[in-house]
């Protein structure tokens, strides 16, 4: 009891916690259950501290790996595309050179190795003029069937086009009155060759063959020379020769006192029949208007070119 009176309240307890030994291992428990709570709660902190960690690195793994996989997704795709553009590229040969049409000049780049068909679809996107209305003429009348490569055709070169759009062919006049009844009659006496007919025979027998015409070959088709086709003459006698110029889509009547300049998409037809009795000559017709009437005439037109004339100023298209 004395021990209890000399505890104050309101003084320090750890006092008579020194001073009394019964009390002593009071002191003891209660510091060891204070560094024990203190231990729990470092544990506590501790592997909170360690959770948050993972948790973030497991976040960041994820981000990473997204990342990672996108970027495959995008490296895939860009391969595709390219694979893809690699094979929309044309790696066959190609030949530059220019197409001239009309006084015009395109310049064109195409693969050697496609047809003259395939160029006259392209070059009817250049100029308008169908394709079923052309002519390309390089060294000649080119074939549809032909190739760049087999016509030799070389970088700078110039390929010909002759031909006319829907809107010059739509574009023909009305024949008049005149021109009908003149058509209708010589329709009448179309039956006997034109040879025998009286405006031709009266030619033939006033001027006969001209000295310096040209041998003429029945039976054979040849391409145009290189040189103006003379030796011809027209209706009053006069000298005639005909020359192709192709870079100026025109023909050429040449006579002594003058020389017509006809842009070929003017001429509607060319027409034409062996001399009877001359079979290796022929009378050429060329149609400047609507009929037959508004023909120019022109006797001892060599036979083995009549063809070569006619596909010249006409191509293979003849729509009258």
């Given at each position: 009891?004395?021990?209890?009176?000399?505890?104050r309240i309101n003084k320090n307890?750890?006092?008579?916690?020194?001073?009394?030994?019964?009390?002593?291992?009071?002191?003891?428990?209660?510091?060891?259950?204070?560094?024990?709570?203190?231990?729990?709660?470092?544990?506590?902190?501790?592997?909170?501290?360690?959770?948050?960690?993972?948790?973030?690195?497991?976040?960041?793994?994820?981000?990473?790996?997204?990342?990672?996989?996108?970027?495959?997704?995008?490296?895939?795709?860009?391969?595709?595309?390219?694979?893809?553009?690699?094979?929309?590229?044309?790696?066959?040969?190609?030949?530059?050179?220019?197409?001239?049409?009309?006084?015009?000049?395109?310049?064109v780049t195409f693969p050697i190795?496609?047809?003259?068909?395939?160029?006259?679809?392209?070059?009817?996107?250049?100029?308008?003029?169908?394709?079923?209305?052309?002519?390309?003429?390089?060294?000649?009348?080119?074939?549809?069937?032909?190739?760049?490569?087999?016509?030799?055709?070389?970088?700078?070169?110039?390929?010909?086009?002759?031909?006319?759009?829907?809107?010059?062919?739509?574009?023909?006049?009305?024949?008049?009155?005149?021109?009908?009844?003149?058509?209708?009659?010589?329709?009448?006496?179309?039956?006997?060759?034109?040879?025998?007919?009286?405006?031709?025979?009266?030619?033939?027998?006033?001027?006969?063959?001209?000295?310096?015409?040209?041998?003429?070959?029945?039976?054979?088709?040849?391409?145009?020379?290189?040189?103006?086709?003379?030796?011809?003459?027209?209706?009053?006698?006069?000298?005639?020769?005909?020359?192709?110029?192709?870079?100026?889509?025109?023909?050429?009547?040449?006579?002594?006192?003058?020389?017509?300049?006809?842009?070929?998409?003017?001429?509607?037809?060319?027409?034409?029949?062996?001399?009877?009795?001359?079979?290796?000559?022929?009378?050429?017709?060329?149609?400047?208007?609507?009929?037959?009437?508004?023909?120019?005439?022109?006797?001892?037109?060599?036979?083995?070119?009549?063809?070569?004339?006619?596909?010249?100023?006409?191509?293979?298209?003849?729509?009258?």
């Amino acid at each position: 009891m004395t021990y209890c009176k000399r505890i104050r309240i309101n003084k320090n307890i750890l006092f008579l916690l020194e001073v009394t030994s019964p009390y002593r291992h009071l002191l003891t428990m209660a510091s060891e259950e204070s560094e024990i709570s203190k231990t729990v709660q470092d544990i506590e902190v501790e592997t909170t501290d360690l959770q948050n960690k993972e948790l973030e690195n497991k976040e960041k793994s994820e981000d990473t790996g997204g990342t990672s996989k996108d970027n495959n997704n995008c490296s895939q795709n860009t391969d595709v595309t390219t694979n893809e553009s690699d094979s929309s590229i044309d790696t066959r040969q190609k030949v530059d050179f220019k197409v001239i049409f009309n006084k015009q000049k395109y310049d064109v780049t195409f693969p050697i190795d496609e047809t003259i068909a395939k160029l006259k679809s392209h070059i009817e996107t250049l100029t308008g003029v169908p394709s079923a209305m052309q002519k390309i003429m390089f060294k000649g009348l080119a074939k549809d069937e032909s190739t760049l490569n087999d016509l030799k055709v070389t970088n700078g070169a110039k390929v010909m086009v002759v031909g006319s759009t829907l809107n010059d062919v739509l574009s023909v006049s009305k024949p008049s009155e005149k021109e009908i009844k003149e058509a209708a009659k010589s329709e009448t006496s179309s039956k006997e060759p034109l040879s025998k007919l009286k405006e031709h025979k009266k030619v033939l027998d006033k001027y006969g063959k001209p000295d310096d015409a040209l041998p003429g070959v029945k039976n054979v088709k040849e391409p145009l020379p290189p040189t103006p086709v003379a030796g011809m003459c027209n209706k009053s006698g006069g000298k005639v020769r005909l020359t192709f110029k192709l870079e100026l889509d025109q023909v050429w009547i040449g006579t002594k006192e003058r020389t017509e300049k006809l842009p070929m998409n003017s001429i509607k037809a060319v027409h034409s029949e062996a001399i009877v009795g001359h079979e290796g000559y022929h009378i050429l017709g060329i149609q400047l208007g609507p009929t037959e009437a508004s023909n120019y005439w022109i006797y001892w037109v060599p036979a083995q070119y009549v063809d070569a004339i006619k596909d010249t100023i006409l191509g293979k298209w003849q729509l009258f």
